[in-house]
């Protein structure tokens, strides 16, 4: 506790409190702990989207946050796009693993191992081939992905990004 006291025109000294105390900040030891909270809900978030949906990939949501992370893209955008191009995975070419549409032209279909892979390839060529070159936005994003698309790719896919949040 601290004393204060001060002097009044009188010169006469009185103590203002008996009690005044003083606050600081304590320092933040659970950083590490606050950035692993926050991936964990991230997951979460995509995993409650994935179940919604009765979605095959609600058992991969961590690895797509793990993977936006990596490639320093949204983390709400894989889900998003897997939703759109293939009711969360629902419908997609038989033995492809693949719920986003990527390189999927006529018969021409591109294939993963797992889910994983897929999951971790989708999120590296969003990350280099679009969002590093400025195609950061569904609308901008849908111009190559799927540039004959009148526009209701990009529409669904902000709509599933909206739940997302």
């Known amino acids: ?50 179940a919604k949906y009765n979605s095959p990939l609600e058992s ?29 995975c629902k419908k ?11 390189g999927i032209y006529g018969k021409k279909v591109i294939k993963f191992e797992s889910f994983k892979d897929a999951i971790h390839a989708v ?5 280099e081939k679009y969002i590093q070159n400025g195609l950061d936005t569904p609308e901008e994003i849908q111009k190559k992905w799927t540039p004959s698309n009148d526009g209701s790719w990009s529409e669904s896919v902000n709509h599933f990004l909206e739940q997302l949040q």
């Not at 000294?13 to 659970?30: D, G, H, I, M």
């Not at 793990?66 to 191009?85: F, G, R, S, T």
């Open 123 to 127: 999120s590296k060529t969003l990350s």
């Open 92 to 102: 997609i070419p038989d033995d492809s693993n693949n719920c986003w549409g990527y």
């Open 60 to 88: 991969y949501a961590h690895d797509v946050v793990l993977a936006a992370e990596e490639n320093n893209i949204d983390y709400k955008l894989v889900p998003a796009i897997a939703m759109q191009e293939s009711t969360g």
């Open 1 to 50: 506790m601290f004393y204060l006291s001060f002097l009044n025109s009188n010169e006469r000294r009185a103590v203002l409190s008996t009690s005044t105390e003083a606050y600081a900040a304590l320092p933040n030891y659970n950083a590490i702990s606050s950035e692993i909270e926050s991936d964990d809900s991230k997951t979460e978030i995509v995993r409650q989207f994935f």
